[in-house]
């Protein structure tokens, strides 16, 4: 089944975060850099021509106090509404939650690098992912409190990693980093020696190989949007 996806880029400047998820769709995408300002089409408005919405990460938080916050915020709710499914990631994944009624606070520390997240459950979104899997991490905040209705789908020690309520799903762990994204990542990270020295130690070409299981979310996804094409009460 033929599919578009809208890209929302919330990524600040130039990142690898259109190259990465354009790379990881086996889909027709539409890109948006919302940081500056470029939203999709209204869902429930008659230029949509899309079938499901992937959110990005960024390297703000989702309570800072920008426009193009509020815009998108306002923006994922009448996607709620409508209900177009909708994938977020790291920070698109917090964005969902807080805007669909969840909490989000700093965690005041920093997990970074490839490491284990649990599953909790089998929905459809972690088809073929193992119980407990490799993903690579980078954030300093966490969902605190899910929306009203939304189910845990992964956790590990940092808290939730993972959330669906209806079609909206939110992961926390970055399934479309590759080893050039995650050195990119860490090498603009401000560490202390030690700190550096623990995180590269995880850029192993084992954990590196183990990631790859985690980009079945993006496939499983697709499928999850084709599911929902095919509703005969689909209203969108």
């Given at each position: 089944?033929?599919?578009?996806?809208?890209?929302?880029?919330?990524?600040?400047g130039?990142?690898?975060?259109?190259?990465?998820?354009?790379?990881?769709?086996?889909a027709?995408?539409?890109?948006?850099?919302?940081?500056?300002?470029?939203?999709?089409?209204?869902p429930?408005?008659?230029?949509?021509?899309?079938?499901?919405?992937?959110?990005?990460?960024?390297?703000?938080?989702?309570?800072e106090?920008?426009?193009?916050?509020?815009?998108?915020?306002?923006?994922?709710?009448e996607?709620?509404?409508?209900?177009?499914?909708?994938?977020?990631?790291?920070?698109?994944?917090?964005l969902?939650?807080?805007?669909?009624?969840?909490?989000?606070?700093?965690?005041?520390?920093?997990?970074?690098?490839?490491?284990?997240v649990?599953?909790?459950?089998d929905?459809?979104?972690?088809?073929?992912?193992?119980?407990?899997?490799?993903?690579?991490q980078?954030?300093?905040?966490?969902?605190?409190?899910?929306?009203?209705?939304?189910?845990?789908?992964?956790?590990?020690?940092?808290?939730?990693?993972?959330?669906?309520?209806?079609?909206?799903?939110?992961?926390?762990?970055?399934?479309?980093?590759?080893r050039?994204?995650?050195?990119?990542?860490?090498?603009?990270?401000?560490?202390?020696?030690?700190?550096?020295?623990?995180?590269?130690?995880?850029?192993?070409d084992?954990?590196?190989?183990?990631?790859?299981?985690?980009?079945?979310?993006f496939?499983?996804?697709?499928?999850?949007?084709?599911?929902?094409?095919?509703?005969?009460?689909?209203?969108?």
């Amino acid at each position: 089944m033929n599919q578009t996806i809208v890209i929302v880029d919330a990524s600040v400047g130039e990142t690898p975060a259109e190259r990465n998820l354009t790379r990881s769709l086996d889909a027709q995408t539409q890109v948006y850099k919302v940081s500056d300002g470029r939203l999709p089409p209204l869902p429930t408005g008659p230029d949509r021509r899309y079938d499901g919405v992937v959110i990005s990460g960024s390297q703000t938080s989702v309570y800072e106090d920008h426009d193009w916050i509020h815009e998108l915020t306002s923006w994922v709710r009448e996607a709620h509404r409508a209900d177009v499914p909708t994938l977020g990631i790291c920070w698109g994944h917090q964005l969902l939650a807080q805007a669909l009624g969840g909490r989000v606070v700093d965690m005041g520390a920093h997990e970074l690098g490839y490491r284990t997240v649990h599953r909790r459950g089998d929905d459809p979104l972690f088809a073929g992912v193992p119980a407990s899997f490799t993903a690579f991490q980078t954030h300093s905040d966490r969902v605190a409190e899910l929306p009203s209705g939304a189910v845990e789908l992964a956790r590990n020690d940092y808290g939730g990693q993972a959330f669906r309520l209806g079609a909206r799903y939110g992961v926390q762990f970055h399934p479309e980093y590759d080893r050039e994204t995650a050195e990119w990542v860490i090498g603009n990270k401000d560490l202390s020696d030690e700190r550096l020295e623990a995180v590269r130690a995880t850029l192993t070409d084992e954990l590196v190989e183990a990631a790859d299981v985690a980009t079945n979310v993006f496939q499983n996804f697709l499928g999850l949007v084709a599911d929902h094409q095919r509703r005969p009460d689909r209203t969108d």
